[in-house]
């Protein structure tokens, strides 16, 4: 028997992210499931690394119920970060290159070793060297921003682009941070990082063990997004866009067009 063209759909869903163009879903008539999706997306993401980017980290999905309840899935996931997909603090966001963008407030963490799978949370600052505040924005290549869970693992987890605030110690508590997305200084979202799996620590645990069953280990050096903390709101062209996290500060981008 003959299984889902792995190099296809990569290449089907690569085209739609470079031309802005939405695809149908694929998942249904071509057969994936959660495995092979996630051969989609490796293979999706090698298209970027051929062309020169590289790797910089792992990124985590629909780890809230407001997510999940958004997109209609219920399990989380966890895609890849590359170096190209990243925006400097405060810096412009083109929204022509994306197909229908979405912003979300998130926590980043700054990987100073390999954490082991399991490792106890009271171990989480000897893996984790910084954290900070941060935003997603999630550009789904499907129409309508509709999918099946594997839809999204092989659209590398609607990954499009990301921004990261300061950098700053861990503070002792993670799990109950009050957290504001605001578009031109209005409040779009409020949240917790406990919407974050209770704990965005957890959340590192996760990946690292959802991304070990499919032989990706974390790097020393990598970012981590742990996830977001509210439900997504849509990007519109000319908007300044600030995502606020107790103790940890500011991530902020502008949309262009």
């Known amino acids: 028997m003959i299984g889902p063209d792995i190099t296809g759909i990569a290449d089907t869903l690569g085209i739609a992210a470079d031309t802005a163009t ?22 999706l993401v ?13 990124k985590m999905g ?24 990243r925006v400097p603090d405060g810096g412009p966001v083109d929204v022509t290159n994306f197909i229908h963008p ?10 100073d070793r390999l954490p082991e799978p399991g490792e106890p949370v009271g ?10 505040p941060a935003i997603e924005l999630i550009d789904s290549r499907y129409a309508n921003f509709t999918f ?3 839809d999204v693992i092989a659209d590398n987890t609607s990954a499009g682009a990301f921004v990261i605030g300061p950098w700053s110690a861990v503070p002792d508590g993670l799990d109950n941070l009050g957290v504001l997305l605001e578009i031109d200084g209005r409040l779009a979202q409020v949240g917790s990082t406990a919407a974050i799996l209770g704990d965005p620590r957890r959340a590192l645990d996760e990946g690292i063990r959802l991304a070990g069953r499919h032989g990706v ?15 997504a709101v849509p990007l519109r062209a000319g908007v300044h866009v600030r995502a606020v996290v107790e103790k940890l500060g500011v991530a902020s981008l502008r949309a262009s067009s």
């Open 22 to 43: 939405a695809t149908a879903q694929l998942a249904a008539e071509t057969g994936l499931d959660v495995d092979t999706a996630y051969a989609v997306q490796t293979a």
């Open 102 to 111: 979405r912003v979300e407030p998130e926590v980043a963490f700054l990987l």
């Open 217 to 231: 280990r974390l790097r020393e050096g990598w970012i981590f997004l742990a996830g977001a903390a509210t439900a």
């Open 46 to 58: 090698q298209r970027r690394l051929d062309r020169g980017e590289r790797l910089v980290g792992l």
């Open 62 to 85: 629909l780890t809230s119920k407001a997510k999940m309840a958004q997109v209609g899935v219920d399990e989380v996931i966890w895609g890849r970060l590359t170096d190209a997909m």
């Open 148 to 150: 099946s869970l594997p």
């Open 123 to 132: 171990d989480f600052t000897g893996a984790v060297r910084a954290v900070a």
